[in-house]
């Protein structure tokens, strides 16, 4: 499986642009839990004025986390891949 890190110029208004790609499974790793502890601040944000919109936020999150989990570990499986990413 390939995974990777794609950097994009988006500049408003327009289509993103692909700048690079990175295959670095450590800054993959880094990147997922950066995604998804950002996740998790805008729902714990959101709860405070709804707590509604949060508990649905949190869930996002949540499925966020299980398929970043699942395409790291997949990854880290593959030959090339490194154990233990993301758990």
Do not use: F, W
């Amino acid at each position: 499986m390939n995974v990777v890190l794609a950097i994009l110029y988006a500049p408003e208004g327009q289509r993103p642009l692909s700048i690079a790609r990175v295959h670095d499974r450590t800054l993959l790793s880094a990147a997922a839990e950066s995604a998804i502890r950002e996740a998790e601040a805008t729902a714990t944000e959101l709860e405070e004025r709804d707590p509604m919109l949060g508990a649905l936020q949190l869930e996002e999150a949540s499925k966020l986390k299980h398929v970043l989990g699942l395409l790291l570990t997949t990854c880290a499986e593959s030959p090339s891949g490194r154990a233990g990413l993301l758990q």
